[in-house]
T-cell receptor, first 115, second 114 residues
């Protein structure tokens, strides 16, 4: 299946710095989703985006659905130690009656916050 | 609390043994999914089900089997035919809401081969 291009692969930042990561695709998506995954745990949904151009915030997190519907970015402002983890994007496409909805995932951005 | 539960958290498999991973959701979602996660790799789809009594193979279905007898349950069996089963397995569900679709994940099961 299709895999999304997510960058950067890893980031090492000082506490208090802002973080930006993005995902791109060769296909158009109906929905962009951003998740955070802690070691040994399941991914937790952070932000869901449903319209091209949409900008949505969740606390210190802000994400945007690209106008071309082929990309999305996630920003974290004023990072704190508990932001450490792997962040990954997912795109959703409507499937046909035989295939159903399809979700595609980025390979993740590993974030390390140095106190 | 609505959500997805997976059990057990850790599972050990002996050579030649079939093991079954449990996934239950109380979100009233129609669609359920199984993914495999390996270190440094993205999520890979094993099987998915859009509705009770129906399921389709994903990208890496070989060596796995599923059933969907109830809306809330989607167990995954890792058979002895799966030669490299050590991985983190994630179950997910979505409402099949059309364009505005969101997928939620369970806490995962780590499978280790003895």
């Amino acid at each position: 299946g299709q895999q999304l291009n997510q960058s950067p692969q890893s980031m090492f930042i000082q506490e208090g710095e802002d973080v930006s990561m993005n995902c791109t695709s060769s296909s158009i998506f109906n929905t962009w989703l951003w998740y955070k995954q802690d070691p040994g745990e399941g991914p937790v949904l952070l932000i869901a985006l449903y319209k091209a151009g949409e900008l949505t915030s969740n606390g210190r997190l802000t994400a945007q659905f690209g106008i071309t519907r082929k990309d999305s970015f996630l920003n974290i402002s004023a990072s704190i130690p508990s932001d450490v983890g792997i962040y990954f994007c997912a795109g959703h496409q409507l499937g046909g009656p035989d295939t159903g909805n399809q979700f595609y995932f980025g390979t993740g951005t590993s974030l390390t916050v140095i106190p | 609390d609505g959500g997805i539960t997976q059990s057990p958290k850790y599972l050990f498999r002996k050579e030649g043994q079939n093991v079954t991973l449990s996934c239950e959701q109380n979100l009233n979602h129609d669609a359920m999914y199984w993914y495999r996660q390996d270190p440094g790799q993205g999520l890979r789809l094993i099987y998915y089900s859009q509705i009770v009594n129906d399921f389709q193979k994903g990208d890496i279905a070989e060596g796995y089997s599923v059933s969907r007898e109830k809306k809330e349950s989607f167990p995954l069996t890792v058979t002895s035919a799966q030669k490299n089963p050590t991985a983190f397995y994630l179950c997910a569900s979505s409402a099949q809401a059309g364009v505005m679709e969101t997928q939620y994940f369970g806490p995962g099961t780590r499978l280790l081969v003895l």
